[in-house]
């Protein structure tokens, strides 16, 4: 089967950090994949790279097969992938559903079939839907998302990115911020939406959280993909002793 997305030999460096070496990384459409590993392992980097948020020194991703280019977020948004970065990525002087839409405004014809005005209601419902889909508790639809607390800013961004990806998902810790009944919200969402064919990429520290949700396993250790584990086949002490380095590694 042929991966959404995949990256092969990716390399990025930092000054003389080396963030990335040869990195390599797949997901399939309705799958969800695990991204672990210790801190500074290059999870996060991989993920900027492989959402157009930032250019790799090397190597190429291919997206259904083909070899593509990313020079910016809206590249990879317009491929139908969506991101939740680790500081969420939200403009805090907007409210819930301006973040929801931005960029993507809903517009009501006017007069002779133009463009009229911004559908707010439309707007809203959209937004009120999505936040429900996920049960994210936000009261105010119109206050400031910068006045939210961070799991309810956790929940907007999340959803946002879950009502618009049509192929990949990158979740960078979506639970970090979040209280019980949430995460298990988003855990939940995490497989409805792999359900729907998406493939999800999730990233976190929280082993039961990756053994609850995840089809497969990518461990990275220094700046590069260690081991790849059937979720079925794996053990938690077998995770964290390959994110320690402690695993032969795979070939490249
Ligand atoms: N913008 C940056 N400037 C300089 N160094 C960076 C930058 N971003 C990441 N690095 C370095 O690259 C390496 C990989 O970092 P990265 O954030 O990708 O790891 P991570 O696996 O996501 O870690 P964590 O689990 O702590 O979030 C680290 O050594 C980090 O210090």
Redesign the pocket.
């Known amino acids: 089967m042929t991966a959404v997305l995949e990256a092969r030999g990716i390399t990025?460096h930092?000054?003389h950090?080396?963030?990335?070496t040869d990195a390599n990384f797949d997901v399939q459409a309705g799958e969800v994949v695990a991204l672990i590993?210790?801190?500074?392992?290059?999870?996060?980097?991989?993920?900027?790279i492989l959402s157009g948020a930032e250019s790799a020194d090397g190597g190429e991703v291919l997206f259904d097969g083909k070899k593509i280019t990313l020079t910016s977020p809206t590249d990879a948004r317009e491929l139908g992938m969506e991101t939740v970065f680790?500081d969420l990525a939200l403009a805090p002087h907007l409210s819930p559903v301006q973040n929801m839409y931005l960029g993507r405004e809903v517009m009501r014809k006017g007069l002779l079939g133009m463009l009229g005005f911004m559908d707010n209601k439309a707007m809203r419902d959209g937004s009120r839907s999505a936040f429900d889909r996920l049960g994210a508790t936000v009261r105010d639809l119109n206050g400031t998302v910068g006045g939210m607390s961070g799991g309810q800013r956790q929940g907007i961004a999340v959803a946002r990115a879950a009502a618009w990806a049509q192929k990949v998902i990158f979740l960078?810790?979506p639970t970090a911020a979040l209280g019980v009944v949430q995460t298990q919200n988003v855990l939940d969402l995490v497989r409805r939406v792999s359900g729907e064919g998406i493939g999800v990429v999730f990233?976190s520290?929280s082993m039961p959280h990756v053994m609850e949700v995840a089809d497969r396993i990518q461990v990275?250790w220094r700046?590069r993909r260690v081991a790849t584990y059937n979720k079925a086949d794996t053990s938690m002490e077998q995770l964290v002793s390959a994110m320690t380095g402690a695993v032969a590694q795979e070939a490249s």
Not at 17 to 20: D, M, S, T
Not at 37 to 48: C, E, F, H, M, Q
Request: aromatic share 4%; glycine share 20%.
């Open positions: 990025k930092y000054g950090v080396e963030a990335l590993g210790d801190n500074g392992a290059g999870k996060s980097t991989l993920v900027r680790q960078d810790e990233i520290h990275m700046g």
